[in-house]
T-cell receptor, first 111, second 114 residues
Framework: QQKVQQSPESLSVPEGGMASLNCTSSDRNFQYFWWYRQHSGEGPKALMSIFSDGDKKEGRFTAHLNKASLHVSLHIRDSQPSDSALYFC???????????FGKGTSLTVIP | EAAVTQSPRNKVAVTGGKVTLSCNQT?????MYWYRQDTGHGLRLIHYSYGAGSTEKGDIPDGYKASRPSQENFSLILELATPSQTSVYFC?????????????FGSGTRLTVL
């Protein structure tokens, strides 16, 4: 069973628009969450981490975590063509080595 | 910035052959990981290591071995490659701030087993 599920699978937004990506986990032991971004032909790169309930903002990117509903989201405002990539949500338990990754959301920003 | 280098970038192997994928990190991170990425599965953990001399099994270790001879180097070994092991493989090192650990990935190795 996939422990981390992402939606939508793919998303297209116009340049300058808002992109919203969602991630839901099935394990209440997950305490730590990350968003990773992967451009075509490259390895994933950490975008943001969020460990506490609420919002965390870094530039155009805002992550939101609600541990009670096991839901984390990523919002990208003023989307740019360079934001076109595959976005992964990752989660981890306290004291457990493995990170669980979702299958990813493919974002396309249309100029 | 943290640097993780994988080699080769592309590899074609024959069924039953031995394949070694190499990874080098200059971050001085203790933890290193091997993942494979397949369409429809995301990233899945094969093996990981806490430091030189240690290797641990991840979620899908069957058919793979790992070797960590030094802090900097972590190899993934396919003793008898099979077509089902055709995939893109990523190595990562982790900055190990407890469980709040960020991973730094290499650029990947695309392996095709014919």
């Amino acid at each position: 069973q996939q422990k981390v599920q992402q939606s939508p699978e793919s998303l297209s937004v116009p340049e300058g628009g808002m992109a919203s990506l969602n991630c839901t986990s099935s394990d209440r032991n997950f305490q730590y969450f990350w968003w990773y971004r992967q451009h075509s032909g490259e390895g994933p790169k950490a975008l943001m981490s969020i460990f506490s309930d609420g919002d965390k903002k870094e530039g155009r990117f805002t992550a939101h975590l609600n541990k009670a509903s096991l839901h984390v989201s990523l919002h990208i405002r003023d989307s740019q063509p360079s934001d076109s990539a595959l976005y992964f949500c990752a989660a981890r338990n306290t004291g457990y080595q493995n990170f669980y990754f979702g299958k990813g959301t493919s974002l396309t920003v249309i100029p | 910035e943290a640097a993780v280098t994988q080699s080769p970038r592309n590899k074609v192997a024959v069924t039953g052959g031995k394949v070694t994928l190499s990874c080098n990190q200059t971050n001085n991170h203790n933890n290193m990981y091997w993942y494979r990425q397949d369409t429809g599965h995301g990233l899945r953990l094969i093996h990981y290591s806490y430091g030189a001399g240690s290797t641990e099994k991840g979620d899908i270790p069957d058919g793979y071995k790992a070797s960590r001879p030094s802090q900097e180097n972590f190899s993934l070994i396919l003793e008898l490659a099979t077509p089902s092991q055709t995939s893109v493989y990523f190595c990562a090192s982790g900055d190990a701030q407890g469980s709040a650990e960020t991973l730094y990935f290499g650029s990947g190795t695309r392996l095709t087993v014919l």
